[in-house]
């Protein structure tokens, strides 16, 4: 007699593969990026808008056009400013802006969500500290006009560097859970304003990529190199974790963490704290000899959260804002996946398994 295989659910879709992709390969074993065809290595030397155009062309689309920062609408800076005047939350307040954007086609609305997000997150930075927003110059690309219109002023050649392998950097990484949403989202036929709304809710979640500013604050909390073994050895004892440390994906160096390190060692040494930096350093060296001895085989590298906050509070950013700045630099990546989606022209509909009571 046969029996009837029953079907069992992959909790969190674990090992389900959902979507092919020309846009990036997480190879977690060898700790390699790739994306667009390139490592992430040979993908830093380029601007960020450069990167842009190359993960739009990875989805078909034909000669993409350069990107620029985008002026917000009145309606737009209108809501920035309620949401400053009740003191929303930076991700909440990106997410209620972006939803007031529209535009009449895909490409117009990728170039557009592209353009407004760093005008965005720098407006309603400025409106919290109690002042004006600042429009977009046309002479900065997308790294430059973030800062000019956070601080109102030229930003250094070195910030703009630093800023500009940040976003390339983290512009895309497979099929995590606010691309997969924005995904989703695409494949309905809804518009790409919509699924990138939903992407920068699933983002906000502290389970997607965690939050960097912890790493930052086990810095400060050390304060001095010779006190670095004694509390992370402190904080192993009580169960805490080591921010910084560790990836689900990666069992190797996170090859993130690589090519941030390096742009923060050139942004500190030419226009920083290099004190912080060199405390950081030795922070991270230790850590990694102490969760070697105390947890041997776990794998335990530095991940991206660790330089992530190292830079970009070089930069001068609240902490508040880090997830935001990151949105500046995944929505290319959002919207590359919804150009793919598209194209595809297949609806994501998976099944569930069905566990509660019968009818009687």
């Known amino acids: 007699m046969q029996t009837q295989s029953v079907p069992r659910a992959s909790l969190g879709l674990e090992g389900v593969v959902a979507a092919e992709t020309r846009l990036s390969l997480v190879d977690g074993e060898r700790g390699e990026l790739v994306v667009a065809g390139l490592r992430l290595e040979q993908l830093a030397q380029r601007e960020f808008e450069a990167v842009v155009a190359l993960l739009w062309e990875a989805a078909g689309v034909a000669a993409p056009p350069r990107v620029t920062a985008v002026a917000l609408p009145a309606a737009t800076l209108a809501l920035l400013r309620a949401a400053a005047a009740r003191g929303s939350d930076p991700m909440d307040a990106l997410r209620m802006a972006a939803g007031t954007l529209a535009a009449p086609d895909d490409l117009a609305a990728a170039r557009l969500l592209v ?17 004006e927003p600042l429009a977009p110059r046309a002479d900065l690309g997308l790294a430059a006009n973030y800062l000019y219109m956070l601080r109102g002023e030229q930003p250094h050649a070195e910030l703009v560097r630093a800023l ?31 699924a990138v709304t939903g992407a920068i809710g699933a983002l906000k979640g502290p389970l997607h990529g965690g939050a960097p500013g912890p790493a930052l604050d086990m810095v400060f909390e050390i304060g001095d190199a010779a006190r670095a073994e004694a509390v992370l050895r402190a904080k192993i004892a009580r169960g805490e974790r080591l921010m910084g440390f560790g990836h689900r994906i990666y069992k190797v160096r996170d090859p993130r963490a690589d090519v941030l390190g390096a742009a923060a060692a050139r942004m500190f040494t030419r226009a920083g704290d290099l004190k912080l ?8 060296a230790t850590a990694l000899r102490v969760l070697e001895e105390t947890k041997p085989g776990r794998r335990l590298q530095t991940n991206v959260e660790f330089y992530t906050a190292l830079l ?12 935001p700045t990151f949105a500046i630099g995944r929505v290319a990546g959002w919207t590359a996946h919804c150009f793919e989606q598209r194209a595809q022209g297949r609806l994501i509909r998976p099944q569930s398994l069905y566990v509660g009571r019968m009818p009687s």
């Open 115 to 131: 353009g407004s997000f760093p005008t965005i997150v720098a407006a309603y930075a400025r409106l919290t500290r109690g002042e």
């Open 164 to 194: 500009d392998v940040y976003l390339t950097t983290v512009a895309d990484h497979g099929l995590n859970a606010s691309t997969f949403t924005a995904r989703v989202i695409a494949s309905t036929n809804a518009d790409f304003v919509s």
């Open 277 to 284: 930096y060199e405390l950081a350093r030795a922070v991270e």
């Open 312 to 323: 970009l509070h070089g930069l001068g950013l609240p902490t508040a804002f880090f997830t």
